[in-house]
């Protein structure tokens, strides 16, 4: 299949995204898969559908209830809280951090994607647990108000 042709297909895909407001989809079809993921200001409804030919997946938006300013999961994926299982943590309760610093990584299809802060402050809670799937929207870390 050439470029013009996936990119129609991709197109396609974000039109869907939009149409029936997704907010993350997974496609997988033999060894080729793609994964898309919208950003919301507030949280939308996900409907999840299937085909015949490609698997699809799309996660609940709603984040659980927090208090203070959260740093939240920009996509769905597995959270790890260090760079290796032996090494230390990226960040701690009570420790400063500036806008731009890595507070952990968000595993999607086998890509590691750094979450980092939007803010500095002081970091409050760590709200999920290494290795934990998090889902798009979801409170990952608070800052102390």
Known sequence: MNIDAKTEQIRALID??????????????????????????TPAPVFAQASDSAQL?????????????TEDAPMVGVFYVAPSPNEAPFVSVGQKVQAGETLGIIEAMKIMNPLEATQSGIIDAILVDDGDVVQFGQPIVRYKA
């Open 16 to 41: 869907l995204m939009e149409e029936k407001d997704l907010a993350s989809l997974e496609i997988r079809s033999g060894d080729d898969a793609i994964s898309l993921t919208r950003h919301f200001d």
């Open 57 to 69: 997946n799309a996660q609940s938006t709603t984040p659980a209830p927090t208090r203070g300013v």
